[in-house]
């Protein structure tokens, strides 16, 4: 079946409401010390889209100078490297995500899917106890 | 087989590393805006277990206005309070969970079991690409 003419347009998509519903929030920290929660995450997919450490920064309003610690951070603390940097200008070569920087995002986005599936019942019970209005 | 006068005493019993092994941490926001976390949990059983707001402070080394803060926050935030309070003293009276404080910490322990359980293998995984040593 396709789409009539008749039928009404579709609402304009709204952004998501930053802090709505009920939400279960994840933070791993590894043996080694190394603490992974949303922040590096997002900066890890915003570099590699974007390309850069420095592009990454700026898609997340983040200063280059805390993008390049938390990058460091994870390096430092894991077997291998999570973004590998090409040479440039201060702060301008380009950066890419290593097959170890792309598997971290993989199994905590992997985790972030199955824990909140696994809390579902019990977070909407929780929602249940909420004040409401 | 018995242990013999001969074998040397056993190591005295080390309090478990604050910080080992790899781990979830989770976090609760609630539509209503209220945040349930480790902290406010593990003050909800202190005060189960020692009948009082204060002696859950000085079992958890917090101040009795932080602990009070705590579960005012969720008083607030919750249609009923999870601590009822019986007069008393500045601070000297007991206090005991509710229904609602009872089921909060049952639903929130039974979150973190089972999502410990379903980011199981993707932790392992991550805790594999740890440096060592």
Chains 1, 2 share one sequence.
Do not use: C, F
């Not at 930053?18 to 997919?45: C, F, T, W, Y």
């Not at 997340?60 to 993008?67: G, I, K, P, Q, V």
């Not at 894991?78 to 070569?93: D, Q």
């Not at 905590?108 to 809390?119: K, N, Q, V």
């Amino acid at each position: 079946m396709t789409a009539s003419s008749n039928e009404p347009a579709p609402a304009p998509q709204q952004p998501a409401p930053a802090h709505k519903g009920n939400r279960l929030s994840i933070r791993i920290d590894l043996d080694s010390g190394v603490r992974i929660g949303p922040g590096k995450i997002l900066l890890l997919e915003a570099i590699a889209r974007t390309g850069s450490i420095s592009g990454a920064g700026r898609a997340l309003r983040m200063s280059y100078r805390r993008a390049w610690e938390l990058v460091e951070d994870l390096n430092r603390n894991l077997a291998n490297p999570v973004v590998s940097t090409a040479a440039g200008g201060s702060g301008g070569g380009g950066a890419s995500l290593t097959p170890t920087g792309e598997s971290v995002v993989r199994h905590y986005r992997a985790i972030e899917t199955a824990t909140a599936d696994a809390a579902k019942q019990h977070l909407a019970a929780l929602g249940r106890m909420s004040r409401t209005g």
